[in-house]
């Protein structure tokens, strides 16, 4: 019978060979074909492990560092391989629940899937770090990754220096060429934020062979695919941290701002915006907490007023004014009026002067030094009625022009992202206001010339407007950055804008020197002559730009010294009253410090009393109390339930008296040994209730 | 007895070749996956305390084995084959009194020195030899019902026993006799039946049962269409048409469903269905659910494909011409679990690609074609039946173990043979082999 069935011998050979060949097709299908094997093995088996460059230092104008890095560790985790994870003591070292680590966790999967590693815990304390490389191996799935982390050892310029943070998915959206991934951090304003790509470096990779339970095996392919960090490049910036320090001393307690630029360079020697922050409390763990807060906060503090708050620019405008005319040769430098206390040839609008004296405003230099605002009235409408232009209109236009040669209403391209332009108003803007063209006249717009109606002002402008005062018609870009470590040509293209001369129209040195005269005035015998820098003659114009919320905001521009000016700055106290009063004698500080590296004896005095003086409006004052009172009182209730909850567990305690004054009464009595968190909020809440009835019994003697 | 000149007369040496190269590939491919740097390689392999060093000692012992069989009688083993079939058969029913509980099934028996022996894997060569038996008998004429039904009971046999012990991949080993019976005048309506039936049992797993019973109708409908003239002369054919549909319907509605929820344990329905890339949902499992019940399992986890995932991955990633000897990172990650026996296929993948697996595939081909060549030069029905069983028993172990690590077929733990970790394994095929060498050289001897 075998002999009838030997064809199957063949028949059973091709069923072998039929198998084969599926096998083999599935084999090319999955070698050969399918790319995401080779993937998957890779996201399986290589570690990448990214190496942060430390981020580029930067310095003030004598190299000191105003920022630095040092180490601090992430807690990262990998969600796929954090199987087995001992979970009860990781939360017990972070001290957290399960529930926040479920949470965490999956906030980790949700940013950056579970195959990638997610911060879980950033920038860990020392005690922390400690705990937590004891217990690593009890965690898989879990790393300690090292991270640079920024310090600024003199605390100051935050606004300037900016903060890093850790990008988000709209940062990453945004900067989809740059290579950020999740978990990386970023300038995000300041400094940190404009040369970010000069600061961050390059990030290196190093791959690592690891196997199913995570554990590194060694490099990867010798580490030929490895690529080395790229440190940062550090910055080296005009900025004088004494004098950023002493400036930031003088406006405590105030709201306002200070710009103090080098005339010769364009260079920022300091910027103050106040009320500003310690920008220590941006980095390490409680950044989130502290940013919020600041957020929250009316006053502002991230707010850099500098740049981008709008003032009237009040007196601190008629040496520009006097400009304009001289150069249009509507007056001469001896040109003056008689005041008698106020301007009324345009009837309806009627300016006050200060003063009403005889012959204050003889000529420019006096009416300068007493700051006449009859005169500038005057001098204004000249410009705006000027022949030459046919009609106010074109002659507003004309003077708008000098403006913005002059830097105002527009930016100035300084090197910190979010600049204002403030605002010289554009013809349409009148011609709406008053319902056509014809229907405005030099009269109506008549208070422009003593820098109220529309116009406002940065105080960076307001320097800036002194730098080519000081200049005698040029300036630079007023910038913080003068030189980049190994500089290349991205950079110097960059840069190169903050070194180009600038010349402002061609208004002759003889009308400048005539303001400067003027200016000069005002220090010797004028509204800042009771200013002094001790060896210095300077130059300065007070202004009271009047606040129609409040008290008059009080501002001075200056440059020093006289001949040959190294300094320029402005300055604006909000609601603090007279030019002279309040930012003048901060001018002057910033500049004595600035020019005689020290102050004398009556300057620290003086600085003394400046830093002392509180001139933060009620209003904000009035929110702050009612924060801590609000913060007292939820502290209070959280106290009030738990003290309840414990009552329940242990019903022979005696019941708590149900209001505040009770926990006061408990707060301020030694506590025995029970340690329950119960008694730290109480004492917490009953602090801070008596330090904002303290507040508030101030504010009433104010 | 002139056959004693040398026990080297008349052996097929391309066998002999075929065998020690696989087996050498094997050390090789266990040595790849424990392989870990800085390790005195030539001392491990001496040492006898890694995977590799114990298969070169089971090699050892094999050529021992192999060289003992080639300098027996061929008669041997034919007058042996009904004891040492019941012996087997013995053997595996004293697995459930003194067994040893290995990975979830009680089929081994401990030896001295730490060894333990599978006896349904030696069952395969005693299955083997009692079926070439039973078919060499002169009254026997397979055509006839009675005959398969007996043939089949003595395969079925082991099987049984082997499910018993929750051995499912030895018992499938046993279907392949199919083919060797076959080759013997098995009617091939039967496989075209077998196969028609598991194409229907994929297609139940796969297709929603209302749509595949539609698609059941349409192609009875079409075939009695085909069948009209027939029909008119033979009313049968409908008949046969009709019941062949109602068997279908019923499998798929009823059997199938009966089967992978009532017979199959969780994580066998869930490894077949993860196959055909489907979840196969545990509450519907009734063991599982009693166990549930009884506390003495974890509620049922979500269907795991792991190990099919890992073992493509590293296959995958092999890509043309493979990562290299010993660079294989998945390998080295240990990520393929069971990686020495029953997914080495994967670190061959790895290491040496596409190239690798064909080039190794060939040499098993070569293998399983010359057996075949050797079957049909065989005077005695024994030898015959024999040498299909042995190209049955390879050729299943190969085209499953291959086919799971590829993701072609459900995860049976059956071992590659000559490749895979495990002395049992590999004494076995060893066994298989020469046996069947001793009976090819004695070829011209005897007509049994």
């Not at chain 1, 084999?27 to 088996?45: H, R, V």
């Not at chain 2, 459900?410 to 394994?425: A, E």
Request: with cysteine; net charge positive.
């Amino acid at each position: 019978m075998s002999v009838f069935n030997q064809s199957r011998g063949r028949v059973i050979q091709i069923i072998i060979g039929a198998v084969f060949i599926v096998i083999t097709a599935q084999l090319i299908n999955l070698q050969i074909f399918s790319s995401q094997y080779k993937l998957a093995a890779e996201n399986n088996a290589i570690y990448r492990k990214i190496i942060y460059p430390d981020r580029g230092i930067i310095f003030d104008r004598k190299k000191r560092a105003l920022l630095e890095n040092t180490i601090s560790f992430d807690l990262v985790v990998t969600p796929a391989e954090s199987k087995g994870t001992d979970t009860a003591t990781l939360c017990a070292i972070l001290g957290i629940d399960t529930a926040e680590y479920k949470k965490r966790m999956l906030d980790a999967i949700f940013k950056n899937t579970r195959v990638r590693p997610s911060i879980f815990e950033p920038l860990l304390t020392p005690d922390l770090y400690a705990k937590l490389t004891e217990n690593m191996y009890k965690f898989p799935g879990f790393v300690l990754s090292e991270r640079s982390v920024r310090t600024y050892p003199f605390n100051t310029a935050a606004q300037l220096l900016g903060y890093i943070a850790e990008v988000d998915t709209a940062y990453l959206r945004k900067n989809k060429h740059l290579g950020y991934e999740m978990g990386d951090y970023a300038g995000m304003s300041g400094l940190e934020k404009t040369y970010e790509s000069v600061l961050m470096g390059q990030r290196g990779i190093k791959r690592f062979i690891r196997d199913n339970k995570s554990r590194i095996q060694g490099p990867y392919e010798n580490g030929i695919f490895d690529t080395i960090p790229v440190a940062g490049r550090n910055l080296y910036t005009s900025i004088d941290v004494e004098v950023q320090q002493l400036a930031e001393q003088l406006l405590q307690n105030k709201i306002g701002s200070a710009v103090a630029i080098n005339p010769q360079t364009g260079g920022i020697i300091s910027m103050v915006s106040s009320p500003t922050y310690n920008p220590n409390v941006l980095t390490g763990n409680a950044r989130r907490k502290n940013w919020g807060r600041m957020v929250m906060d009316t006053a502002k503090p991230m707010y850099n007023r500098a740049i981008k708050g709008q003032y009237p620019p009040g007196s601190t405008f008629k040496p520009l004014g006097a400009l304009v005319a001289l150069d249009q040769g509507l007056i001469t430098s001896d040109y003056g009026i008689g005041c008698s206390g106020g301007y009324g040839a345009c009837g309806g609008v009627y300016v006050r002067c200060e003063h009403s004296n005889a012959g204050h405003a003889a000529n420019l230099r006096l009416a300068l030094a007493n700051s006449c605002n009859s005169y500038f009235s005057d001098v204004f409408r000249k410009a705006l009625d000027n022949k030459k232009w046919g009609n106010p209109n074109q002659g507003y236009l004309k003077w708008k022009e000098y403006m913005n040669a002059f830097g105002l209403g527009r930016r100035l391209e300084v090197d910190l992202p979010s600049e204002d332009k403030a605002n010289i108003p554009d013809t349409s803007v009148y011609n709406r206001f008053f319902g056509g063209a014809r229907r405005w006249n030099s009269c109506s717009v008549l208070t422009l010339g003593i820098g109220q109606d529309k116009m406002t002002a940065t105080p960076l402008q307001m320097a800036n407007l002194m730098c080519i005062i000081a200049n005698k018609g040029y300036y630079y870009p007023p910038h913080f950055v003068d030189s980049i470590e190994n500089e290349r040509i991205e950079d110097t293209s960059f840069l190169n804008k903050y070194r180009t001369k600038h010349t402002v129209t061609n208004i002759s040195d003889r009308d400048y020197q005539a303001v400067n005269d003027g200016m000069h005035d005002v220090t010797v015998y004028g509204t800042a002559s009771h200013i002094k820098i001790p060896g210095v003659e300077y130059c300065a114009k007070t202004g009271t730009a009047q606040n129609p919320h409040g008290k008059n905001h009080s501002l001075f521009v200056a440059f020093a010294p006289k001949d040959n000016p190294k300094i320029a700055v402005a300055v604006v106290v909000e609601n603090g009253g007279y030019g002279s009063v309040a930012a003048g004698p901060i001018a002057g500080l910033i500049m004595e410090k600035f020019l005689n590296d020290t102050l004398s004896t009556a300057g620290k005095a003086t600085a003394e009393r400046i830093t002392n003086m509180d001139l933060v409006p009620q209003a904000i004052k009035n929110w702050y109390t009612r924060k801590d009172a609000e913060r007292a009182a939820r502290l209070a209730k959280l106290a009030l339930e738990e003290a309840a909850e414990k009552e329940e567990a242990e019903p022979n305690r005696e019941a708590p008296k149900n209001n505040t004054e009770a926990i006061l009464e408990q707060g301020s009595k030694p506590v025995g040994n029970k340690k329950d968190s119960t008694e730290k909020y109480k004492i917490k809440a009953a602090l801070l209730i008596s330090e904002s009835k303290k507040k508030k019994m101030e504010g009433r003697r104010q | 007895m002139t056959k004693n000149k040398s026990i080297s007369q008349g052996i097929d040496y391309p066998v002999i070749w075929l065998y020690a190269s696989l087996v050498a590939i094997g050390i090789l491919c266990i040595f790849m996956v424990e392989y870990r740097e800085g390790v005195n390689v030539f001392s491990s392999f001496i040492g006898g305390k890694t995977n590799y060093s114990k298969q070169l000692f089971f090699a050892g012992f094999c050529v021992l084995v192999a060289t003992f069989i080639l300098l027996t009688d061929s008669k041997l083993f034919t007058a042996f084959a009904n004891l040492m079939y019941v012996f087997g058969l013995l053997l595996m029913v004293a697995t459930f009194v003194i067994g040893k509980n290995i990975n979830g099934s009680k089929s081994w028996i401990p030896l001295a020195g730490g060894f333990n022996l599978q006896p349904a894997e030696l069952c395969k060569i005693f299955t083997a030899l009692a079926l070439a038996k039973f078919l060499s008998r002169q009254e026997i004429d397979f055509s006839k019902l009675k005959y398969q039904l007996i043939g089949g009971a003595i395969t079925l046999a082991p099987a049984v026993l082997s499910i018993l012990q929750h051995e499912l991949g030895l018992a499938l080993v046993y279907t392949s006799f199919l083919i060797a019976m076959y080759r013997e005048g098995l009617p091939a309506q039967i496989l075209i039946i077998g196969s028609s039936f598991g194409a229907l049992v994929i297609a139940s797993l796969i297709i929603e049962p209302n749509t595949l019973l539609i698609a059941l109708s349409v192609i009875a409908v079409f075939l009695i269409y085909i069948a009209r003239r027939q029909a008119k002369r033979n009313k049968g054919v409908i008949t046969i048409i009709f019941i062949a549909w109602l068997i279908s319907a019923g499998t798929q509605r009823f059997v199938i469903p009966y089967i992978f929820n009532n017979v199959l344990e969780c994580y066998q329905s869930t490894r077949i269905y993860s196959m055909v890339g489907k979840d196969y949902n545990c509450a519907d499992n009734v063991k599982s659910m009693k166990k549930q019940q009884t506390g003495n399992e974890k509620a049922p986890r979500k269907p795991d494909d792991y190990n099919v995932r890992q073992s493509k991955i590293a296959i995958g990633s092999g890509g043309f011409t493979g990562k290299g000897f010993l660079k294989g990172t998945q390998t080295r990650g240990k990520y393929v679990p069971e990686q020495h026996t029953d997914f080495i296929f994967t670190s061959l993948g790895e290491a040496f690609g596409f190239l690798g697996c064909f080039f190794f595939l060939i040499l098993y081909i070569a293998l399983l074609f010359r057996i075949v060549r050797i079957a049909e030069r065989q005077r005695s029905t024994f030898s015959r039946v024999y040498a299909y069983s042995v190209v049955s028993i390879f050729f299943f172990h190969i085209a499953v173990n291959v086919s799971m690590t590829i993701g072609l077929f459900p995860i049976v733990g059956i071992p590659l043979p000559l490749i895979s970790y495990g002395g049992s394994s590999l004494l076995t095929f060893t066994i298989l082999i020469f046996i069947l060498l001793r009976l090819d050289a004695d070829r011209q001897m005897v007509l049994r």
